[in-house]
């Protein structure tokens, strides 16, 4: 019997609570529709359906009874002397049917039973796998455009830029290279700015594929990336990880193997097979009845090998699930570390870089037009504040994709100050 799984991963509750209605490819897109999205059409999710009814098959043909036979003989026809043609014939009309050993339809049955169960559980793994994917793609997105915005707004800069700076040059108070200069800024955010909208292109299928569509259906990506002032120790997080349903899948598979165990034990044990029929004597019209029993003998054939097979296959199953747990815990490890760097990161930046970076870059501004700082040092502020920018927002990504990570590992929301618009 498989236990509910405990996720509840982002807003999944309202995430599954309808079927999504066609989308505009200019409506807005939140997180949770996202996750609704995905869950409906991605293909995998289809298929992990698929392997479970496939499970569900061989369960009930685990379950069904050896069919019984019928035979029809005639002896003792076109023969010689008095078994010429068939005055002598012996007809036999026979009914057979297979016994099995008690306990092999037992074990195959529960065989047939644990299979289910993984592949429910796959599907479950596959379940937060895809959320996590979806989320993870969504705030890349977020990013994505976060990251052009900010280069719309030092172009802007620098196109504010350009009257004063010729009027600086028709004054004679700088030099006609400036303006090239200033140009080539120009041109080279702008560059930037193209590789961003092309990322920017690219997680937008990425998500469109994750939830089952050739090309984006959507418009922009609503959501407000926030950050969380307090985090919970590793161990906390840890803890959670035995609900990961590709660790709790294993308990299937161990009783799998139990299974083939037994059935690979009972196997040289012989099956009875019963025979009844009726004869008819044609020489002296007489009928009998005729009961047979049969049983192999496992002389040669003690399946000694099978046995060894599904011994090591259940001890293998003790040393797969410690290495999938070392696996998903180094992953787990991993991420927590990446998504308090990420955390620390930007309240680092916060604290004083994105600030002073802005500060320094009005001074410089107003101070440019007073003919106090070169167009160099102009430029080099600007590039400073937008990278301090730019710094802010990767991190920021990292932080929420690590979340994204962190909850599918464990199906459990983290809560860590996710907050939507546009639902």
């Not at 994505?144 to 830029?161: E, G, K, P, S, Y």
């Not at 108070?173 to 080539?184: C, D, G, K, L, N």
């Not at 196997?267 to 019963?274: E, F, G, Q, S, T």
Request: one cysteine or more; hydrophobic letters at 45%; charged letters at 25%.
């Amino acid at each position: 019997m498989v236990a509910r799984l405990p996720i509840a991963l982002f807003c999944l509750a309202a995430a599954t609570a309808f079927p999504v209605p066609g989308q505009a490819s200019d409506a807005p897109l939140s997180l949770t529709r996202a996750l609704q999205r995905a869950l409906a059409a991605n293909p995998r999710l289809t298929a992990a359906e698929r392997d479970i009814g496939i499970a569900s098959g061989r369960r009930i043909q685990a379950g069904a009874l050896p069919n019984p036979d019928a035979s029809f003989e005639v002896d003792n026809v076109a023969g010689s002397g008095t078994y010429r043609g068939t005055r002598s014939a012996e007809t036999t009309l026979q009914l057979g049917q297979l016994v099995e050993l008690p306990g092999k339809r037992a074990a195959r049955m529960a065989i047939g039973d644990a299979e289910i169960d993984s592949a429910r559980w796959q599907r479950e793994a596959l379940r937060l796998e895809i959320l996590s994917e979806t989320a993870t793609a969504f705030f890349n997105i977020l990013g994505a455009q976060r990251r052009v915005q900010i280069f719309n707004t030092q172009i802007a800069a620098l196109d504010r830029l350009t009257p004063l700076l010729q009027r600086r040059v028709d004054a004679g108070a700088a030099s006609i290279a400036e303006t090239a200069r200033s140009q080539v800024a120009v041109d080279l955010v702008k560059a930037e700015r193209e590789r961003a909208r092309t990322a920017l292109a690219i997680h937008r299928r990425e998500l469109a594929s994750l939830m089952g569509r050739d090309a984006p259906d959507f418009g922009q990506a609503l959501g407000d990336l926030v950050l969380n002032s307090s985090l919970p120790p590793f161990r906390t997080i840890l803890a959670t990880l035995s609900n990961n349903p590709q660790l709790i899948r294993w308990t299937a598979v161990r009783a799998q193997r139990d299974a083939e165990l037994i059935a690979a034990r009972l196997k040289p044990y012989p099956d009875v097979r019963l025979t009844a029929g009726w004869r008819h004597y044609r020489d002296t019209n007489d009928n009998a009845v005729r009961l047979g029993v049969s049983i192999p003998l496992p002389v040669f054939d003690q399946n000694r090998g099978g046995v060894i097979e599904a011994h090591e296959a259940r001890a293998k199953v003790d040393a797969e699930q410690m290495a999938a747990r070392a696996a998903l815990t180094l992953t787990l490890g991993r991420t927590y570390e990446t998504m308090v760097g990420s955390a620390n990161e930007v309240k680092l930046l916060r604290g004083s870089a994105i600030e002073n970076s802005r500060r320094a870059l009005e001074a410089i501004e107003s101070g440019y037009a007073q003919g106090r700082f070169t167009l160099l040092e102009l430029l080099d502020a600007q590039a400073t504040a937008t990278q301090a920018s730019l710094r802010e927002m990767e991190a920021l990504i990292n932080y929420h994709t690590s979340i994204a990570v962190l909850e599918g590992l464990t199906g459990v929301p983290l809560g860590l100050g996710r907050r939507e618009r546009g639902r």
